[in-house]
C-alpha cells in the first residue's frame, strides 16, 4: 500500500512538472488593440520655453507673448546683457519645472514681467547669478511661488501692484531679498537670508515702499542693515506685519513707524522660554 | 533470487528492522535448504524467500521511481545554460501615450459642447486644459454635468467675452467637483467665471478676475482655497449655501462697481468659516468680509481688510467671529486672541 501511495505522489509531482513546461505560453491575444488617440501636444500641452516656441529679442533670451502655460525643458544659461525670460503679456503660467535659470554673472535679470501685465504665475525653480534682479515683477497680480532666489546683483524680488510672493526663499543677493515697490502684496511664508550682500543702506531682508501689504510668517536671518524696513519717509501706513522672525540685524531687525499694524516684538530672555502668548508676535534673537 | 550452479545456498537475510519469520518457518526453511543443498543442482527458490524477495523487489523498485523522479525534479536546477523554455508570452514593455497622460483633455473630441458651452463634461473623470480656452458669446466655456469631476487648468487660462456666459458652471445636482490651477477672467460682467450649484465642490489655485463675480457657490459644502479674485464688478467670492470653507485666499479690487451692497467676500448661507484670508482695495461703498442678515453661525477669524472702512467687516451676534483688531496709536498689536480679524 505505501509503495502504491509512493508512486501515485511521485507521478502528481511528475504531472505538475509536465504542466509547469509549457514554453509558448498562451498564444490567445489578450484583448482586441486599444485605441492610442492622444497626440504628443496632448500628452504635454504646455508650451516649452526655448530658442524655437519663445525666441528672444534684444532684451531677454526668451519672449512670451502669448497667453498660455509654459514650462522649462532644462537649465537655462544667461547671455551677455540680457535678461533670462520675459513676460510680455496677460495670463501667463511659468512652471520652471524645478529647472534653474542660470545668470551665469552676464545676463541682467533672471525673470522679467513687464509692467502693463496681469495675472501671472511663475513657481517651481531656481533663479541664480543674474547680475541684476532675479525676479522684476512689475505685473498687476503676479503671483510668485515655490522659487527659489539667489545670488542675484540687485534684488532677489522687486514686486509692483497687489503681488503675491509665497514660500520662496530669497538669499544671498547684492540688494534687498523682497523688494516691494506698490501697494497691496502679501508677502507670506518666505526665507529671506544674507541679502544685502551690497551692504547698501536702508535695505533689508524685506523692504517695504508701499502700503496696505501683509507680511507674516517669514524667516530672516543675517540681512545686512535691517531684517524687515518700512520706509517711514514715504509717509506709509497700514502694514501688515505678523508672525515674523529676524535674526541678525540686532536693534534693526524690524524698522517701521506707529501706522503700520505690527505684532508685539519678542526677544530672547533670560530663560529662552517664550512667555509671550500673543499669537501675532513677531521674533527677534 | 536466482541460483547459480556451484553457489553457496543460504538462509535469507533480513536487512534490519525487518520482522523474522516465526521459528516454524525457520526450522522449515533451514530443512529445505539443507535438501537443497543434498539434492538439487538446479534453481530452487525457497518458498519463503519468494515472498521476502518478491517484498525487498518492490520495495527497491519505488525507490527506483522515486529517485527517478526527484532525479526529474532536480534536472531543471542541473541544466547550465538555465533554462530554455521563455516564462510566458511576450508582455507590454512601454507605456501608451494614454498611459503616459491618463487624463482627459477637454477638447472638441473628447468633451463636444452644445448650443449652451463650448465644452461639455458628463462622465466621471480626470480632465484638463491643453490650451488657453477663449469664450464665445452666449456659451459658457465648461460646463460638468456629472458627478466626480476633477478640472486642471494646466496653468492655462479662460477668458471669455462680456457677452458670454459662465466660464465655468457646475450644475444643481453634481457632487465632488475639483477645479484649480489655472486662470479665468472676464466671462460676463454679470455673471460669474465659476458659477456652481453642485456640491461638494473644491476649487484651488484660481485666479478669478473681471466678471461680474469671480466664483459663486450655491450648492451645499465645499472649500475654496489659495485662489485670487480680483477686479470683480460685484463680489469676489459669493457663498450661496452652507458648509464652505474659505481659506487663504486673496481679494483686492473687488466690488469694482462699487455697489453699497458688494463684498470682496459675500456670505449668504450658514454654517461657513472663513479664515485666513487676505481683502484690500474693494470698492470702498460696500464691504470687505460681509453676511447677510438672518445667516447663522459662521466662522470668521484671521482675516485681514482693508480700504472699507468702517466697513470692512459686516456681521451680526448669529456668528462665530474673532475680535476687530484696528490700527492703534502705537501701530502695536495688543490682542493676544489667535483668532482676531484685521481691519484697517
Known sequence: ?285 | MKILPGHKLSAPRLRPGVRRQTERDAAFERRMLSKMRSHVRCHLISESGVAATALQELREFGRFIAALLLLGFAIPALRAQGNLAPPGPPGATMLTLSQVQPRIPVDAVHTPGNSATEFLITAPGSYYLTTNIIGVSSESGIEIEANDVTLDLNGFSMTGPPTANFGILVFSGYTNTVIRNGIINGWNSINEDIFSEGNDITIEDISVSGAGTGIACLGVGGVIRGCTASLNGEYGIYLGGPGYLVYGNTCFGDNAIDEANGAAILINGSNNRIENNFVTGSGPAGYGIAINTGITNSVIVRNSVQGNWPNDFLFNSQQLTGPLITNTVSGMITNSNPWANFAF
Open chain 1, 1 to 285: 500500500m505505501k509503495i502504491a501511495i509512493s508512486i501515485l505522489i511521485s507521478l502528481a509531482g511528475l504531472a505538475f512538472q509536465i504542466q509547469s513546461v509549457d514554453a509558448q505560453g498562451s498564444l490567445t491575444p489578450p484583448a482586441a488593440p486599444g485605441p492610442a488617440m492622444l497626440t504628443l501636444s496632448q500628452v504635454e500641452p504646455r508650451t516649452p520655453v526655448d530658442a524655437i516656441h519663445t525666441p528672444g529679442n534684444g532684451t531677454v533670451e526668451f519672449a512670451i507673448t502669448n497667453s498660455g502655460s509654459y514650462f522649462l525643458t532644462t537649465n537655462l544659461f544667461g547671455v551677455s546683457g540680457k535678461g533670462g525670460v520675459g513676460i510680455y503679456t496677460n495670463d501667463v503660467t511659468l512652471d520652471l519645472n524645478g529647472y534653474s535659470l542660470l545668470g551665469a554673472s552676464v545676463g541682467s535679470a533672471g525673470v522679467t514681467v513687464f509692467s502693463g501685465t496681469t495675472n501671472i504665475i511663475v513657481r517651481n525653480g531656481l533663479i541664480s547669478g543674474w547680475t541684476g534682479l532675479g525676479v522684476n515683477c512689475l505685473a498687476y497680480n503676479g503671483i510668485l511661488q515655490n522659487l527659489s532666489i539667489t545670488g542675484n546683483g540687485g534684488s532677489g524680488v522687486l514686486l509692483q501692484n497687489l503681488c503675491q510672493v509665497k514660500n520662496c526663499t530669497s538669499s544671498g543677493n547684492q540688494d534687498n531679498g523682497i523688494q516691494i515697490n506698490a501697494n497691496g502684496c502679501l508677502i507670506s511664508g518666505n526665507l529671506c537670508n544674507q541679502n544685502n550682500q551690497g551692504n547698501i543702506i536702508d535695505d533689508a531682508g524685506i523692504w517695504v515702499g508701499a502700503a496696505n501689504t501683509r507680511i507674516e510668517n517669514n524667516h530672516l536671518t543675517g540681512n545686512t542693515s535691517y531684517g524687515i524696513y518700512i520706509d517711514v519717509d514715504l509717509g506709509l501706513t497700514n502694514n501688515m506685519i505678523v508672525g515674523n522672525s529676524v535674526q541678525g540685524d540686532g536693534a534693526n531687525d524690524y524698522f517701521y513707524s506707529t501706522a503700520q499694524i505690527v505684532g508685539p516684538i519678542m526677544t530672547n530672555n533670560a530663560t529662552g522660554i517664550i512667555t509671550n502668548s500673543n499669537p501675532w508676535a513677531n521674533f527677534q534673537f
